[in-house]
């Protein structure tokens, strides 16, 4: 399959100047496992509609390979069964009076694909997804995760040279969703389809995209690997919505915003002076360590004051709530904490470990560079090793 390209793509609904789609671009590569991730109306469905020719642009193109498959200044178009796509709703849409086997062979059935091949390919499909043995069901007797199994099969069938997943596991409980992750990440390296899932989980879109497009309010935030984005988030949206517990944020813009601020600016203005317009800085509850003695906190970490006042089991890890100089902190670990509520002590954060934002929520890259290395970006250590 082509790469697929979104450019300048938008869409408006009835003559409004609201967008639900805005000045998107995005390229999708051949045999690609991308999510479309964000909260609700946010256009990531309007998005996978659009690519699928469900849905007309308001302006702007898209483009399969060489090949103008919607673009408005040309006045071009191509229909969405000529596109050579598969699309599984939320819904299963399985058809109530056929058995299974009839479901997953029904597109083939409308190409008029013939006998021993449709059958070859529908027992092959069948069996990868697990669903052989209920071939003379019906989708009334089958599981919800069973019957999500069939709508994929249905269209894995038709060997569909591109997957559009619109948030089929929501109606799946927790244990069939893990299930249905599994194996579409199996699917995925056995067909080597390109997939283009939407979805408002993020765990979902961590653990089984290859590269993830976070959307808000119709707009592209950032594009990149799960490590990307979990890793180095483009702006503060990213950063919050990406992220269980959720990042910590300090807010530095404010000069009314607390001792905590305030600790974290004299730590800048301290170790990193060359850092201006710093507007918020942002750690992950795993970053964050937590000791009873000043001497144990690593040299160059932010860190202050604390007291615990929540241990959360969480099974297999453990969250722990800490009011650091009158602000909320929360961490996470994976070995028992050996402290409980009302424990004093004191937070600490790497370098390496802190986002900095600038005032307009986006992120500092050169403050990635400052504080990499642990530290290695402190002027102090510029002169050592020019001196070295």
């Not at 997943?165 to 194996?183: F, I, Q, T, V």
């Not at 070995?335 to 802190?354: N, R, T």
């Not at 504080?371 to 102090?380: D, V």
Request: charged share 25%.
């Amino acid at each position: 399959m082509p790469t697929i390209r979104l450019k300048d793509a938008e869409k408006r609904y009835g003559g409004t100047a609201v967008k639900a789609v805005s000045n998107l671009n995005l390229e999708i590569g051949d045999g690609e496992f991308m999510c479309l991730l964000g909260p609700s109306g946010c256009g990531k469905t309007t998005t996978l509609r659009m690519i699928s020719g469900l849905e007309h642009l308001s302006q702007g193109q898209i483009t399969i390979g060489d090949r103008v498959v919607d673009c408005v200044s040309s006045g071009t178009f191509v229909t969405a069964e000529k596109r050579g796509m598969g699309l599984v709703f939320q819904s299963y849409a399985l058809w109530p009076h056929m058995t299974i086997e009839r479901n997953t062979d029904f597109g083939l059935r409308l190409r008029k694909v013939p006998k021993a091949e449709r059958e070859a390919r529908v027992e092959k499909v069948m069996k990868t997804l697990g669903i052989a043995q209920y071939r003379d069901r019906y989708p009334s007797q089958l599981s919800g995760g069973q019957q999500q199994r069939v709508a994929l099969a249905r269209m894995l069938a038709v060997n569909p040279d591109v997957l559009l997943l619109d948030e089929p596991l929501s109606n799946l409980d927790a244990r069939l969703r893990l299930e249905m992750r599994a194996e579409l990440k199996r699917l995925h390296e056995a067909f080597k389809t390109t997939i283009v899932f939407v979805t408002h989980d993020q765990w979902e879109a961590m653990t089984l995209a290859t590269s993830i497009a976070v959307m808000s309010d119709g707009e592209l935030q950032q594009v990149g690997t799960p490590n990307d984005i979990y890793e180095r988030p483009a702006n503060r949206f990213v950063a919050e919505f990406v992220g269980s517990p959720p990042i910590n944020i300090i807010e530095m813009t404010d000069q009314s915003s607390g001792p905590l601020a305030g600790l974290a600016r004299a730590y800048f203005s301290k170790f990193y002076p060359q850092l201006k317009s710093i507007g918020s800085v942002g750690m992950r509850p795993e970053a964050i360590g937590f000791v009873r003695d000043a001497g144990a906190v690593p040299e160059g970490s932010l860190s202050g004051r604390a007291s615990v006042t929540g241990v959360l089991p969480t099974g297999g890890s453990w969250i722990i709530e800490l009011v650091a100089e009158g602000s909320k902190l929360f961490l996470t670990t994976h070995q028992p904490p050996a402290v409980s509520d009302g424990a004093e002590g004191l937070f600490h954060v790497p370098p390496e470990a802190l986002h900095v934002f600038d005032d307009k929520g986006d992120r500092d890259w050169v403050a990635d560079i400052a504080l990499s290395k642990g530290g290695e970006g402190r002027p102090e250590m510029v002169a050592k090793k020019a001196m070295a």
